[in-house]
């Protein structure tokens, strides 16, 4: 298991406030600042930029900064059928003070089974992902940055997994705006 629970748990207060926020906001007003509720230790995230379907985004909690794109899926799906999941959502963070850069997260809304794999199939490529919770992060970390560039060169991927009741997931999500999102995010925690 890679050291980051602790950091994963932050940066999901912060996105759990920011889909709030956006929630509430008026789609024409998705290019402006949000100040989403405060996160543990009095961190709001900023957003950078709205890029297609990826927001970029800027928070300093603790002291230390933390960027990051964001997106919901385009679609999802349980089978059976319309199973309720709390909020599904992918980022790809870089956190500085940890030297940690573009590491690809999926909250997928639910407790995975034990001891279970999600998949990322973009295009041709699959990539395996451990979970953890109701969290998902790639099995193999010399990986990452291999997918984060599949990732900005196509147009959708799939994440695919199983609940812990054993309710199967299929969430999809549009990359349309990731690599603007990304470079914005990258800019902000250099």
Excluded: H
Excluded at 25 to 30: H, I, R, W
Excluded at 83 to 107: G, H, L, Q, T
Excluded at 128 to 154: C, F, H, L, S
Excluded at 169 to 185: F, I, P, T, V, W
Aim: hydrophobic share 40%; with cysteine; charged share 20%.
């Amino acid at each position: 298991m890679k050291p980051f629970r602790a950091a994963f748990t932050l940066m999901t207060a912060l996105v759990l406030g920011t889909l709030s926020a956006s929630a509430q906001q008026p789609k024409q007003a998705a290019q402006a600042k949000q100040t989403p509720a405060p996160a543990p230790g009095g961190g709001q995230p900023t957003l950078l930029g709205q890029f297609g379907d990826w927001g970029a985004y800027a928070a300093t909690t603790g002291g230390r900064k933390v960027c990051y794109a964001l997106a919901k899926p385009s679609s999802a799906s349980t089978a059976p059928p319309n199973r309720p999941r709390d909020p599904v959502y992918m980022f790809v963070a870089s956190r500085p003070a940890e030297n940690v850069r573009n590491e690809v997260s999926i909250v997928v809304g639910y407790p995975f089974k034990p001891n279970s794999e999600a998949t990322v199939a973009i295009g041709s490529n699959q990539f395996p992902m451990y979970t953890q919770a109701d969290g998902a992060w790639i099995k193999n970390a010399a990986e990452e940055a291999r997918m984060v560039d599949v990732m900005r060169k196509n147009g959708e991927l799939i994440v695919t997994g199983e609940s812990g009741r054993g309710t199967k997931s299929m969430d999809r999500y549009s990359l349309k705006g990731l690599a603007q999102a990304l470079d914005r995010a990258n800019a902000e925690c250099k």
